[in-house]
């Protein structure tokens, strides 16, 4: 089965950076549109960040021009890059695939188990 592990979280002080890496284990993702979420306590989880297979990008309106997503399908690896970081963005931070593998439009989805991200004032 296709599985997603994080790993880059940590503890960083307010105006820090992370990188956060995501391996995929799987045959789709090259096909794959691939996200990052995270959640804080107390908060529904959110998006953060995407991008599609063909490398079109978004972002929340609240890390833009802050963090940068990215994806490297030789090594089945995504990555967001977190610069400025605001105690705000502290949350559990989670690894997405959406797949449409036939013409029919089934989708194999996957999460990641999550890895922490702490900003500290």
């Known amino acids: 089965q296709a599985q997603l592990v994080e790993s880059g979280g940590g503890l960083v002080q307010a105006g820090g950076s992370l990188r956060l890496s995501c391996t995929a284990s799987?045959?789709?993702?090259?096909?794959?549109?691939m996200k990052w979420f995270r959640q804080a306590p107390g908060k529904q989880r959110e998006l953060v960040a995407g991008?599609?297979?063909?490398?079109?990008?978004n972002y929340a309106d609240s890390v833009k021009d802050r963090f940068t997503i990215s994806r490297d399908n030789a090594k089945n690896a995504l990555y967001l890059q977190m610069d400025s970081l605001k105690p705000e963005d502290t949350g559990v931070y989670y690894c997405?695939?959406?797949?449409?593998?036939?013409?029919?439009?089934?989708?194999?989805?996957?999460w990641g188990q999550g890895t922490q991200v702490t900003v500290s004032s």
């Open positions: 997405y695939s959406e797949a449409v593998v036939n013409v029919e439009g089934a989708k194999v989805t996957r």
């Open positions: 799987g045959r789709t993702f090259r096909m794959s549109d």
């Open positions: 991008i599609t297979s063909g490398g079109v990008t």
